[in-house]
């Protein structure tokens, strides 16, 4: 993942924000709206591009296209800011692959203690009952 070029493809749009906020909100466009092509993009590998696909499928769009909103602060640049934090943290967390696992068997000795300690317990169960009369 080249991040240079990734942010060079970034798309930005300012739109006014909603909500309360008095007549600053009418006049200020202050809310960012973030845009990535994924499917069109240089900066992943093939393979990238596909666990990408893969892992945000929920996120994306029909047009395979990642859409941030951010309006937290009244600032365009603090939001465009925190878009772009979350934009890479997005990716980062879209990009990991986790570990395969190994399947793994316990030790003879481990076997050999368990079965030991069922056979304790068992005895101890077996003379806690009343003695046979025969």
Do not use: W
């Not at 900066?43 to 859409?67: C, G, P, Y």
């Not at 879209?94 to 068992?122: D, E, H, Q, T």
Request: glycine residues 2%.
């Amino acid at each position: 993942m080249n991040t240079k070029i990734l942010l060079s493809e970034l798309h930005f749009k300012a739109v006014r924000s909603s909500g309360a906020g008095g007549q600053h909100v009418n006049k200020v466009s202050s809310k960012i709206v973030l845009t990535f092509d994924v499917l069109h993009s240089n900066a992943f590998s093939e393979n990238q591009r596909e666990t990408l696909l893969k892992n945000l499928t929920a996120r994306l769009t029909k047009d395979k296209q990642l859409i941030l909103f951010c309006d937290e602060s009244r600032s365009q640049h603090k939001n465009k800011t925190i878009a772009i934090k979350r934009f890479l943290e997005i990716i980062t967390k879209g990009l990991f692959v986790p570990k395969k696992r190994k399947k793994s068997k316990p030790s003879k000795a481990s076997i050999a203690k368990r079965l030991n300690n069922k056979k304790l317990k068992a005895s101890k169960k077996e003379n806690r009952k009343k003695p046979r009369l025969e």
